[in-house]
């Protein structure tokens, strides 16, 4: 049984008219970092979707048995949901939402568009993966948590506090999975990447933009950290990510 939903990090779901948007959050975060562009794009008339993703959202512990498969399967479940009542679909995503955004791309060429904001496509290196498993070994679970990586005074993400170390190893072996097969993403893609990200390398955002096919716009954030949608920059990111949705797909009425 899981602990209760954190106050703030409950799913989002609005309906609009024909084009559909999916939005995901990031690793050990909640609906709480993304609920401020999921609001924006409900309220361009978009039907919109985000999911909390499995063990997020609660308490740490109720993270610990979740991998990589949990939160792929959550966001191909979401996806074909709503691609099922919708004429079109953009996917949006933050850091692991970034991730499942592309991997999401990658396997729905008829996806209209991503937009992500400081995703995660590349491992961390060799020396800290073995740093991670010797902390399993040495019966370690959670490490200090990635969370609130904000410029913005006063702004907070609601993230876990700590961050399960099995389910990080998930998380980069996708990331370097999904990260070796860019080219398959031939939709156009909207990219933000945080100059000063202290969670996600920004080179992932520059591999993406080097390598997708299709069409790519790359907005540098100067001002932000890593959780740039709840930073300085999040009515930049709102405003930007409407406007490129908009010129994406074209609305039509519900029936």
């Not at 999975?177 to 860019?182: D, F, H, Q, R």
């Not at 930049?236 to 797909?249: N, Q, Y």
């Amino acid at each position: 049984m899981t602990a209760p939903i954190i106050p703030g990090a409950e799913p989002y779901s609005a309906t609009g008219d024909s084009r559909g948007a999916l939005v995901l959050h990031g690793f050990t975060g909640n609906p709480q970092s993304m609920r401020g562009l999921a609001l924006a794009l409900a309220d361009a008339g978009l039907t919109v979707e985000l999911p909390l993703l499995p063990g997020h959202g609660t308490e740490v512990s109720d993270m610990l048995p979740t991998r990589w498969q949990d939160w792929s399967d959550a966001a191909e479940a979401a996806y074909a949901e709503l691609a099922a009542r919708s004429d079109s679909v953009v996917v949006v995503g933050l850091s692991m939402g970034g991730l499942l955004s592309v991997w999401l791309a990658e396997r729905h060429p008829e996806i209209a568009a991503i937009a992500v904001v400081n995703p995660i496509l590349t491992s961390p290196g060799a020396d800290t993966l073995a740093l991670i498993e010797s902390m399993i070994e040495n019966g370690e679970e959670i490490a200090p948590g990635i969370g609130s990586d904000i410029a913005l005074e006063g702004a907070v993400e609601s993230a876990y506090a700590g961050s399960p170390l099995r389910a990080a190893l998930s998380l980069f072996a996708a990331a370097a999975e999904v990260g070796a097969e860019l080219e398959s993403v031939t939709c156009p893609v909207l990219v933000f990447t945080s100059l000063q990200d202290h969670v996600v390398d920004p080179v992932s955002s520059e591999l993406l933009a080097a390598r997708a096919k299709g069409p790519v716009e790359q907005v540098k954030l100067e001002r932000s950290f890593h959780v740039a949608t709840l930073d300085y920059d999040k009515d930049e990111i709102e405003a930007r990510t409407v406007e490129f949705v908009s010129g994406v797909l074209s609305p039509s009425p519900r029936s």
